[in-house]
């Protein structure tokens, strides 16, 4: 177990088709320190007919533990819905549950600076103690670590802090010599993946996110240099989240997808940052 930086293979490395045991299972059985849930992935296990106390159980029985919890979106709406809302209300309830301090955080629509961060404030002052962990995604509001960045200034929340994901931070074009040492301070989490050379079109770049990643150290654009800049930052992630989201992987299985894509992981960390595994 690593226990201060927990190896944790993301919700959606898994998909959404298999039952909440076969999750932790699987997981377990590769190696993984824990499984990320999505709000819906947790509403999953309560409709397979769960109770808290039985996900918990499932959890104990394969010695791991849910150390991810996402994702909050829309909450720059002005009219948010009740699914958005109950969905909020979800995730604080998985992090008491878990006890998981921090939640992934997107958001698709495009605002600018001064807006966003207002409803920002909003939205961590409602998270209370729990992290509002930001992530930056190339097709989404928050589209690079620039924008994201002084958006938390302009906020200016104690709670709020960034989430990287190696994937999302290449297809936006950004070296691995940009974050600073201040930004580090900041970044609460890391998802690490790999991917093509080439990327899909931009009018459907999310297609290649949500359907055709690739793990970490199988592709062309160099996991371990952005481990290495991650680790020289100064960053201490509270969870190394993989997340490969693949057709091509899944087809094969939950059982592989779990093996592989843990194999690969510690690869890229054993070349990179081998100290991290020694916790």
Known sequence: MTKNNPITISSWTLGDQCTFEERCKAASAAGYDGIGLRAETYVDALNEGLTDE??????????????????????????????????????????????????????MENYDIDYTAKKLQELAKRAGNLIIALEPMPYSGLPNLDKTWKIMQKANCDNVYMLLDMWHWVRAKQPYDLLTKEQAQRVISIQIDDAYTRPYADSILRGESMHDRLAPGAGDLDTAGFVKMIKDAGVDPKVIGVEVISDQYMAKGIEYVADYTYKQTLNVLQQAWPEILKD
């Open 54 to 107: 039985d996900i918990l159980a499932i959890l104990k029985k394969y010695n791991i533990q849910c150390t991810e919890v996402e994702y909050i979106v829309q909450w720059c709406e002005a009219t948010r819905t009740y699914e958005q809302k109950y969905k909020v209300q979800a995730c604080f309830h998985m992090c008491e549950l878990f006890n998981v301090k921090h939640i992934n955080t997107g958001l």
